[in-house]
């Protein structure tokens, strides 16, 4: 191992593609048991690493010098091998949750900020929230003195930061406190990157508060550490430079590579056909719902709808769209109806980028679709039209499906720029 990243469990880790974006193909990831770390940092075998949750002490420990910065928040995540065979410690990840919150437009200066957890990643944010000027740091640990059972104490609360894993990959639809407790909230920030909107932020943008998620903080602390790697920094008590146009870049090309590529709009509008041609086009998999529910039903969505109704079968697509969205990089092509149930709303939005395919009302087809077919479609397009507006990211008028899957791949390429 050269250049890489050490953790326990790394299989949905970005940092690869984020290095190669740096210019660095070598980085790779590093999975080790706790038994074997203290083995792996005696060895010393890497130029220059970054090592993730549950290792950001053990790194510390291992180090001959560590940063004043690395020092005082006591957690290191990133370590250089120097020229004498001495390692050096820094924590690039002050730097990243800082640009993380410029970048969300989030401001601690005079707040009264609460950050959930009590780890390593808490220590980090409450010494940045401090720095940026925070009135008061409360840390909300499961059996501290301020704990989830007197959350109400805290309800001036003008900043929420989550440092735990609730609501990470792949336990996607939980969140670790409700917002609607905290009318004075002005921002909310959620170190998990996967997926890219918690439901945590998904509450937030609900209510209007600003918010953002962990990916900008990753970028950016990964910037700081290859200038470290490579020599280029010599420091990571750096000031943060916001925005930055090479980690806002390379955030763009990890969402466009990692988000699924979902498809909404009304029965036969094409969704099915124009994903089929972007899997091909991009190598990515293709996952049709509707194919999906049949084949676990073991029968047709029109045998569903004839022998348990119409709640039957949307009780089953919530639960398909549950395991199927919270994936990453794939094509999704939905079943028209999916916007009706409020419920698949936050499944559909928390790791995809939505496409609308909105096809001509006498270009759609009832054959085989028994809602088209017991409702008049004007009828079906008026209700659900507003919703797939609301849930869209992209509007894309159909012309032909060569054609929207164009629209969408140039879709793709602009937010990868």
């Known amino acids: 191992m050269t250049y890489g990243l050490l953790g326990e469990k790394l299989s949905h880790s970005f940092s690869p593609q984020i290095h190669r974006e740096l210019g660095n193909p070598a980085y790779t990831l590093t999975e080790l048991p706790p038994e074997a770390v203290e083995e792996f940092f005696c060895k010393r075998e890497f130029t220059a690493i970054n090592v993730t949750i549950p290792y950001k002490k053990n790194a510390l420990a291992a180090c001959d010098r560590i940063s004043p910065r690395a020092d005082t928040i006591g957690s290191v995540n990133t370590v250089v091998k120097q020229a004498d065979g001495h390692i050096f410690g820094y924590n690039t990840d002050a730097y990243g949750f800082e640009y993380m919150l410029k970048k969300g437009k989030i401001d601690p200066m005079g707040e009264k900020c609460l950050v959930l957890g009590s780890g390593g990643s808490s220590v980090m944010a409450q010494y940045v929230l401090r720095q940026l000027g925070a009135q008061e740091v409360i840390v909300i640990s499961r059996s501290g003195e301020n704990n989830y059972g007197n959350l109400l104490l805290h309800a001036d609360a003008g900043v929420i930061v989550n440092t735990t894993p609730v609501g990470m990959y792949p ?26 909107l918690t439901k945590l932020l998904l509450d937030a943008r609900r209510l209007g508060i600003p918010h953002v998620g962990g990916l900008s903080m990753l970028v950016a602390q990964a910037k700081l550490a290859h200038l470290l790697f490579f020599g280029k920094a010599v420091s990571d008590e750096i000031e943060v430079a916001c925005p930055d146009k090479d980690i806002d870049a390379i955030t763009h090309a990890i969402e466009a590579e990692t988000k699924n590529i979902l498809l909404i709009g009304m029965p036969s509008c094409g969704k099915s056909t124009v994903g089929r041609i972007l899997a091909e086009q991009t190598g990515r998999p293709l996952i049709d719902t509707d194919a999906v529910i049949v084949e676990r039903a073991g029968k047709s969505i029109p045998e569903i709808f004839a022998s348990e109704g119409e709640e039957a079968f949307r009780m089953l697509e919530t639960v398909v769209a549950a395991d199927l969205c919270k994936g990453a990089g794939q094509i999704i092509a939905t079943g028209g109806g999916i916007v009706t149930r409020e419920r698949n709303h936050d499944l559909i939005r928390q790791n995809s980028i939505v496409i609308f395919i909105n096809r001509p009302l006498e270009q759609l087809s009832t054959e085989g679709r028994p809602l088209s077919q017991q409702n008049r479609l004007s009828d079906l397009l008026k209700a659900r039209l507003p919703l797939y507006r609301k849930l869209c990211d992209y ?18 390429r602009e937010k990868s720029n």
């Open 395 to 412: 509007e894309i008028a159909f012309r032909s499906s060569p054609q929207v899957a164009r629209d969408v791949l140039q879709i793709i």
């Open 171 to 196: 336990k996607n639809d939980t969140s670790p406190v409700d917002l609607a407790q905290f009318p004075a909230l002005k921002g909310v920030a959620d170190l998990i990157y996967n997926p890219a």
